[in-house]
């Protein structure tokens, strides 16, 4: 298949299979946290997501100053190095309590995003030096997307496999050795990869302060018609995505009678979301391996559509008999899967081809703020919203919005063509 294509560059393969690995320890991570969390606090489990987002988007907004005048490559092997450190805190205070420290959890989550806020916009920077042949570029950019969605199988698969056989306390020991693993894989790349032909270094940006450097991520992406419409939509998308399956996903799981911190309900919610990432990484695949139309925004906002149809479903499956919950959980999941692809790789490829080298990583953090702004205030707004009309309700009014942006986005962008959209020669 074409998108494996890239994996025959050394760099690629060996980049690929760090980012394999610690996208699935973070699975294992966010699952556990979000059991905990629910079981602990319940539908004000939210406020928890609410801390990660803000954190998040104040280490994306506070570190761009700094992290574009980095070597990028030691920027990311830093970044993985933090947040393993991180995490292993954490497992050695809860070992030694018997318990989560509510402090170390909370500095780790801190830790964890300002990782998150040096590595991603990086990755973007220095993949396209990675890649041999630039046609490849749409599958380069499927396959490291692929990480993502095959740990949306495989982790949730692993959660529900070892849930009754090791203590969740080891989910997060699992994350950090993969941390590391990614950090091992992109030393491995200094060796076999000179860094001025694959890797970026350091820009210096003289006195650009952080505000600079905002506003300068902000108008690169701007100024593409599409981009700039789906940096406007980000925010309300990921964070009606978070509130469904970080939140409202697990909730409705307990109503029916399965513990949050039980093995039967933990692994319900795992098998839910193995169906999701195994619809994820199918859809990966097909897309991944085919080149940007000239008018992609069908694809992407049918993307959205789907994606939306999906959530909603997800709530409307409340409605079927207790026997057939959980195969209408796992088809809904599945479906809203399939949208994810038809969006992201487009616009990755879209970002990295029209977006000048210098204003790459600005764009990707700008962008990663949206994103974490949106988290924010859906994390803010769900545990009242869920209080007020109920968990149902709250899951189809996510979908609902979903589709409201992919049909707003057809309406509006039906007719946009760029010379040029498909892969570079």
């Keep these: 298949m074409r998108i494996f294509h890239p994996l025959r560059t050394t760099a690629v393969a060996l980049i690929w299979g760090g980012l ?5 320890g973070d699975q294992l991570y966010a699952v556990a946290l979000s059991w905990v969390a629910v079981g602990v606090l319940g539908s004000n489990a939210g406020y928890l997501g609410a801390l990660q987002a803000l954190v998040a988007l104040l280490a994306v907004l506070g ?14 092997i830093g970044a993985d190095f933090a947040r393993a450190a ?19 959890l909370v500095g780790a989550i801190v830790v964890l995003a300002m990782g998150q806020a040096v590595f991603q916009p990086a990755l973007q920077s220095v993949l396209p030096g990675l890649v041999d042949d630039p046609r490849l570029l749409p599958a380069a950019n499927g396959l490291l997307d692929a990480t993502d969605r095959s740990a949306r199988l495989l982790g949730p698969g692993l959660v529900a496999l070892l849930a009754g056989i090791i203590p969740m306390v080891h989910f997060l020991t699992l994350d950090a050795l993969s941390f590391l693993a990614s950090a091992a894989a992109l030393l491995l790349i200094r060796r ?33 018609p599409l981009l700039g419409y789906l940096f406007a939509t980000t925010g309300l998308l990921n964070g009606t995505w978070y509130a469904v399956f970080y939140l409202g996903l697990p909730l409705l799981i307990a109503h029916h009678g399965m513990g949050p911190l039980g093995g039967t309900g933990l692994g319900v919610y795992g098998l839910v979301l193995s169906s999701y990432g195994f619809a994820n990484l199918a859809a990966n695949l097909v897309f991944g391996g085919r080149s940007i139309p000239s008018r992609p925004q069908f694809q992407m906002f049918g993307g959205n559509v789907i994606v939306g149809s999906g959530m909603a479903l997800l709530g409307l499956a409340n409605l079927l008999p207790f026997q057939f919950l959980l195969p209408g959980l796992a088809a809904a999941a599945a479906l809203s899967a399939i949208g994810g692809p038809m969006k992201d790789i487009p616009m990755a490829v879209l970002r990295q081809t029209r977006l000048g080298p210098a204003d790459m990583a600005a764009a990707m953090r700008v962008y990663m703020a949206m994103n974490s702004a949106g988290t924010l205030l859906a994390m803010l707004i769900t545990p009242t919203a869920l209080i007020l009309i109920g968990i149902v309700p709250v899951i ?24 040029g959209v498909k892969q570079p020669a």
């Design 192 to 224: 076999v990869r000179s860094r001025t032909r694959g890797l970026m270094a350091s820009r210096d940006k003289g006195r650009e302060t952080n505000w600079h450097g905002i506003v300068r991520g902000y108008r690169a992406t701007a100024a593409h």
């Design 63 to 76: 570190i761009g100053r700094w992290a574009d005048r980095w070597d990028q490559q030691r920027g990311m």
């Design 86 to 104: 991180a995490l292993l805190v954490v497992v050695t205070v809860w070992l030694a309590t018997g318990g989560p420290d509510v402090p170390q």
């Design 396 to 419: 189809v009014a996510c979908g609902v919005a979903y589709i409201t942006v992919g049909v707003i986005g057809l309406a509006r962008h039906g007719s946009w063509i760029e010379a």
């Design 20 to 24: 394999s690995l610690s996208a699935v």
